[in-house]
């Protein structure tokens, strides 16, 4: 028995440390990744945490480009895994899948492969090139489960939670995401910064009235007030969960929120503004050319660097509207994690630990059956039941809670001078 992971990223070394914790279950593990020093720091944290459950279970390290398909059958075929679980960004989505197709290996991901700046490929199209794999995967006879991470991922497990239990009608679906925790640094991202900056420069789509809505990047907000960490401010965005809850879920309006410090948002402006988010190359001199984003990632931190000193609590989770029994209703589940929780357990901070926990909860539930059937399935279609009862097992644990109407304000639209800068 084995399972393959690519990735060893933020939530790669999260995946890699709860797999290494449940070795007796998944066998052996085998990390794929370009990098390295990377893999070798990742082997030496569990080394150091004694994260391996079973001792005799190897753990192995290879580097692979995942966009050499050819390269990645070779290594499947070599690795023979029961699941292969790709942790790399989402644009390596269609590649990993295509591999496991060739191979006839089961599949795990978490996050849409979509590029949330390119027309044709944001929200409203999300999931559309992984969808496209259904017929191929059932009549290979093997699993694909798609973001399974915490959002996406457990936000949209709540949502069908409470769609099951909780809720006659559901009329509105917002997910909301803050970070109160303080890293020390100036600037930097919770996790790739490719990934992560490409993502919230994006324009937002929503739906509402049975259509899709587009308003600017960080030109629609929202107050909340979260539990424990008060009232905070919240922007829409785009984000891969709109698309496969409106596909599954229906709701009058879904959104998805996110929470950005003044400070966050006038450093990212300025960057913005400059052209350092963009991932069009440039020339910048006859025989050179760089896309700004990537000299901007390599001067960021590495996301796995901010863990030791990282601090505070994120909340992650979804407020759902409706009526039960006649009457209206507004409850909110969610998590909240501690940054240290998460660095004392496997040596990470709070947002590679609230993905990378959920995509081994879901792996463990495909051994187990509860989550294995042919085809390509998102988190809305499964049973949420044994998902919300095993992952608090794995060290998230999570809650439901009646709000008023008053906990969040009706959204607002901002001009131009008042997005922060």
């Given amino acids: 028995m084995a399972i393959l992971q690519i990735g060893a990223g933020g939530v790669g070394w999260v995946i890699a440390h709860k797999c290494a914790q449940h070795n007796d279950v998944f066998g052996d593990i085998v990390i794929a990744s370009r990098g390295q020093e990377r893999l070798l720091r990742l082997a030496d944290s569990i080394a150091r945490k004694r994260s391996m459950k079973d001792p005799f279970r190897k753990l192995d390290t290879r580097l692979i480009d995942v966009h050499d398909v050819d390269a990645l ?4 075929n070599e690795v023979r895994p029961e699941l292969v ?16 197709v ?52 457990v936000v949209s497990i709540f949502a069908a939670h409470a769609a099951r239990k909780l809720f006659d009608r559901i009329d509105a ?25 490409l993502e919230i420069q994006g324009n937002s ?4 009235e049975g259509r899709w809505h587009e308003v600017g990047c960080h030109q629609r ?3 909340f007030d979260f539990p424990e960490l008060g009232r905070m401010k919240l922007y829409s965005m785009a984000h891969d969960e709109v698309r496969s809850l409106v596909e599954y879920l229906p709701a009058r309006r879904i959104e998805f929120w996110m929470g950005f410090s003044d400070l966050y948002l006038r450093y990212f402006n300025v960057l913005r503004d400059v052209g350092m988010l963009s991932p069009k190359p440039v020339r910048v001199s006859d025989a050179v050319t760089v896309a700004p984003l990537k000299v901007l990632k390599a001067l960021l931190p590495d996301p796995t660097s901010l863990a030791a000193h990282y601090s505070g609590k994120t909340c992650i989770g979804t407020l759902v509207s409706g009526v039960r029994h006649g009457r209206a209703r507004r ?14 357990d496997v040596e990470a901070q709070a947002i590679s630990y609230t993905t990378g926990v959920p995509a081994v909860t879901a792996a463990l539930l495909f051994f187990e059956g509860a989550w294995r059937r042919p085809g390509v399935w998102n988190p ?11 992952m608090p097992e794995l060290g998230l644990n999570w809650a439901e809670l009646e709000v008023p109407e008053a906990a969040m304000t009706k959204p607002l639209m901002l001009g131009d001078s008042d997005d922060g800068r």
Wanted: charged letters at 15%.
């Fill in 85 to 100: 679980i790709n942790a790399g960004p989402p644009w390596t989505n269609v590649d990993v899948m295509e591999a496991c």
């Fill in 73 to 76: 059958v070779g290594l499947i």
């Fill in 102 to 153: 060739r191979t006839g290996s089961h599949y795990l991901d978490t996050s849409v492969a979509t590029d949330l700046c390119s027309p044709g490929q944001q929200v409203p199209q999300a999931y559309d090139p992984q969808w496209a794999f259904h017929q191929r995967f059932l009549d290979a006879g093997i699993t694909g489960i798609l973001s399974v991470g915490f959002d996406p991922g």
């Fill in 380 to 390: 809305e279609q499964l049973d949420p039941a044994p998902f919300l009862a095993k």
């Fill in 221 to 223: 907000m929202i107050e």
């Fill in 173 to 197: 679906i917002d997910v909301l995401d803050v970070n109160a925790g303080s890293h020390g640094r100036k600037f930097a991202t919770n996790f790739d910064p490719e990934t992560n900056l």
């Fill in 205 to 208: 789509f929503y739906w509402e």
């Fill in 331 to 344: 409850v909110f589940l969610y998590n909240l994690c501690d940054h240290q929780h998460a660095y004392r």
